[in-house]
């Protein structure tokens, strides 16, 4: 019994001891790999220490920006589209305005007729002497026998302008109408030219129409009516109308005293 527990006694002694010895052999074999390594240390401590290049890193360098050119870029021709310029309206001056602004075509001045005359008989001296005295009327414009003898009746039954002649034909006479046909006068007057006067009235009124009528033509025939019926005696003398009467006629029936 006693044998048994010396044995487990000595087993564990030898078990300790046994983890010294090696505790110790590791021991010395540490410091001796310190002590050799101990020279190296203190040569690399005595030299002077370099400090390792380190490359900055992107936070501690500043970026040096180098401007790199862009690539010459190939540039294809493109079609050109023909401009078409518009003209624009240009604000012409006062001058250029009246310049370049069309003229409106002015009218062209009509031919004036050539300026026409008739001459109205009036009657000039002492009673019972019949004188034939012309006046020139001027017309606007150049009509037709009918309307230019129509206008010189108007002037002769209106009486005449002038203080130094006279006219035997009764006021209110009017002209019914008066015609050209065939180079013959025809005419028609009312009812008062036959009123009131002698012999010698009645012979100056008929003159100052017969006058009056061939104006244009001296030798024109005259028909001479009243109220529509062919004059053939005047007044109440019964001073004989011809029918038709000339200037010719009219001189040689009722000779001028």
Not at 188 to 195: I, K, P, V
Request: hydrophobic share 35%.
């Amino acid at each position: 019994m006693k044998d048994g527990q010396e044995i487990r006694h000595v087993s564990t002694t030898a078990v300790i001891a046994g983890v010294c010895g090696l505790a110790l052999v590791t021991g010395g074999g540490i410091a001796w790999w310190t002590a050799s390594r101990s020279p190296t240390a203190d040569t690399q401590s005595s030299a002077p220490t370099t400090a390792p290049v380190l490359s900055p890193t992107p936070a501690e360098s500043p970026a040096v920006i180098i401007p790199v050119p862009p690539p010459n870029a190939v540039q294809v021709p493109q079609a050109q589209t023909p401009q078409v310029q518009t003209p624009q309206a240009q604000r012409p001056t006062p001058l250029a305005s009246q310049a370049l602004a069309p003229k409106s075509p002015q009218p062209k001045p009509l031919p004036q007729a050539d300026a026409q005359t008739v001459q109205v008989y009036w009657v000039k001296g002492a009673i019972g002497k019949f004188e034939a005295v012309p006046t020139k009327v001027a017309l606007k414009q150049a009509d037709k026998p009918d309307a230019t003898l129509q206008a010189a009746f108007n002037s002769l039954l209106a009486g005449p302008k002038d203080a130094t002649v006279s006219s035997e034909i009764p006021k209110g006479t009017k002209l019914r109408s008066l015609s050209v046909k065939n180079d013959e006068v025809y005419v028609d007057l009312s009812r008062e030219f036959t009123a009131g006067g002698g012999s010698s009235s009645m012979t100056s009124r008929l003159g100052q129409v017969i006058y009056t009528a061939t104006s244009l033509k001296p030798n024109t025939k005259v028909w001479i009516s009243v109220d529509g019926k062919p004059l053939e005696l005047l007044g109440g003398e019964g001073l004989e109308v011809a029918q038709p009467s000339t200037r010719q006629s009219f001189d040689k029936n009722f000779p001028l005293n």
